[in-house]
């Protein structure tokens, strides 16, 4: 693509396949691999306070073909705005630079509109990831508009060439299976808890986090493994299958219950699960500064970075 005039518009419903298809091939060119999936995607567009058609927009060619998406989501009420875009990696690097542009200046009116409506001397957080040495256009303007990195995250992988470990179960610990019927407000007041001492954690409503989790074609029960003590959820894996491997969604352990190898117990099973589905690598997403000693577990585990994230914000 060459030489090309693009226009940008407010995205439409029937946009849905084109944008996923534009991230997809965004994440191959970036990441080697696809990273959204349509559950992502379509969750994204119903979340509270984001609305498509005032909140995203698409570029596209004269003749339709879509080259550019962008979204401003309002994530907590007068205090915090996400930011995200992509490009096709098919442009030209000055066609990829001038569409990115359009993107991010039409982000930040999206932004000035929000601050307009907060109340007066409101604190707004604006944040924007991008993927760590593979956006140099977008890291320089981001860093050249005011944004600085106030955090690093990582893909985490391993290869499962040979039957894992079995997993060492804490005293007083046994393993359950999950009961959608059953477990799952328990389940997510066990998840919100555990994350509760993460960095800048907000919490999610039942419906929300059940809309993203819950929710997904690719559900599997068997693969979210509930660890329990007495009452109590201590700890839980839930995972979902990726690609040819698997995922580890949510990994987490609640406070009473850390520092006893339960969390490695639970990647220990995960592992072992997916090993016997013959897939062949298990990845998930960490706070490269995580205060539990998640990264130091993952790495025990025989899991490696694969990609760094860096989350920039500006005070708007």
């Known amino acids: 693509m060459n030489n090309h005039e693009f226009q940008l518009r407010p995205v439409q419903p029937s946009d849905f396949q084109a944008v996923l298809d534009l991230i997809i091939a965004f994440d191959v060119a970036v990441l080697g691999v696809p990273d959204t999936t349509e559950d992502d995607l379509r969750t994204n567009w119903q979340q509270p306070r984001f609305n498509p058609a005032t909140d995203a927009w698409v570029a596209t060619l004269a003749d339709g073909r879509l080259v550019g998406y962008g979204e401003v989501w309002?994530?907590?009420?007068?205090?915090?705005?996400?930011?995200?875009?992509?490009?096709?990696?098919?442009?030209?690097?000055?066609?990829?630079?001038?569409?990115?542009?359009?993107?991010?200046?039409?982000?930040?009116?999206?932004?000035?509109?929000?601050?307009?409506?907060?109340?007066?001397?409101?604190?707004?957080?604006l944040r924007q990831g991008i993927v760590h040495g593979e956006e140099p256009f977008m890291q320089r303007l981001l860093e050249t508009n005011g944004f600085e990195v106030v955090r690093h995250f990582w893909r985490m992988e391993i290869g499962l060439t040979a039957p894992p470990a079995p997993p060492a179960w804490p005293a007083n610990i046994t393993l359950r299976p999950f009961d959608l019927a059953a477990d799952a407000r328990a389940v997510h007041a066990a998840v919100e808890d555990a994350f509760a001492d993460h960095w800048e954690h907000a919490y999610s409503p039942f419906e929300e986090w059940a809309a993203w989790n819950l929710e997904r074609s690719n559900l599997d029960p068997t693969l979210w493994f509930l660890a329990q003590d007495g009452a109590e959820i201590a700890g839980a894996a839930l995972c979902f299958p990726e690609l040819d491997g698997g995922w580890v969604r949510l990994l987490s352990v609640r406070r009473p219950w850390r520092r006893l190898g339960l969390g490695q117990a639970l990647l220990q099973q995960a592992f072992g699960e997916f090993y016997r589905r013959g897939r062949p690598w298990v990845g998930l997403g960490v706070d490269a500064s995580n205060p539990t000693g998640a990264t130091r577990l993952y790495e025990r585990a025989g899991m490696a970075v694969s990609k760094q994230f860096d989350l920039y914000q500006k005070m708007v």
């Open 74 to 125: 309002l994530r907590e009420p007068h205090s915090r705005l996400d930011s995200d875009m992509y490009v096709h990696p098919a442009l030209d690097e000055p066609e990829q630079q001038a569409v990115g542009l359009a993107l991010f200046d039409r982000a930040q009116a999206r932004v000035a509109g929000h601050v307009a409506a907060a109340p007066p001397g409101a604190a707004i957080k």
